[in-house]
């Protein structure tokens, strides 16, 4: 569920941005600023337990 999940969501929400909020470039840009936030929470994980 956590694998396919965003699969499914992810069209709907890319579907929204492109004909709602700007196009392409808001699309891109979102998902610069999602990729940057996980690299960002990324490497604050120091280790597993």
Do not use: C, H
Not at 17 to 35: D, E, R
Request: net charge positive; glycine share 10%.
């Amino acid at each position: 569920m956590a694998n396919s999940l965003p699969q499914v969501f992810a069209p709907v929400l890319a579907f929204l941005s492109v004909t709602y909020f700007g196009g392409y470039l808001t699309l891109f840009v979102t998902a610069a600023v999602i990729g940057l936030l996980g690299a960002v929470f990324v490497v604050k994980i120091k280790g597993v337990d």
